[in-house]
């Protein structure tokens, strides 16, 4: 049988990771400042939803561009080795924004927390009220399904051909 292992952390794996997570973390203490700064009065969970969601989609953006910018130029193969750890720090930042979304503005009534989120608003006809949060839920779901089976076990197993169909999913 094959003998599989989590991660086998190398020092260029580390060393991506960590630069990684020092840019998330980076850009979202700046977004922070900067919030604070010209809406003093805004709330820490405001600045938790609006901080994750912007570096999850500007993270994913980066992500899809990895490709197509190996093809230009090699020396951007060393972001296409470790995309994976990119692809599960974007979901990590995206759960993070939809836990907060969700008890944010769906706890504390008088429904559960997903009958609010799929019942509170059902004008899917209008476009400005448009219920996106549940978009977002099922992108939430799609990006968990990418991140769990991100890993070579999950390739090997699944098969190549079944594994990408998964993560073609990003682009529903």
Not at 63 to 83: E, K, V
Not at 131 to 138: D, E, N, R, S
Request: charged fraction near 10%; glycine fraction near 6%.
């Amino acid at each position: 049988s094959l003998n599989y292992t989590s991660i086998l952390w190398n020092k260029q794996k580390k060393k991506y990771d960590r630069y990684l997570w020092l840019g998330i973390g980076f850009f979202i203490l700046s977004y922070a400042v900067l919030q604070l700064v010209f809406q003093p009065g805004i709330t820490i969970e405001t600045l938790i939803i609006r901080g994750t969601a912007l570096a999850a989609i500007i993270l994913l953006h980066l992500i899809l561009a990895i490709g197509p910018l190996c093809r230009i130029n090699t020396n951007y193969l060393p972001l296409l080795y470790n995309r994976r750890h990119a692809g599960v720090s974007m979901f990590v930042l995206t759960a993070v924004h939809g836990i907060f979304s969700i008890l944010q503005f769906h706890s504390l009534g008088d429904t559960g927390i997903l009958s609010s989120l799929f019942l509170s608003n059902q004008k899917y006809g209008e476009i400005s009220q448009f219920p996106f949060q549940t978009l977002g839920f099922f992108a939430l779901i799609i990006f968990f399904i990418m991140a769990a089976t991100s890993h070579d076990f999950w390739l090997k197993n699944l098969s190549p051909r079944i594994w990408k169909i998964l993560h073609m999913g990003v682009y529903f």
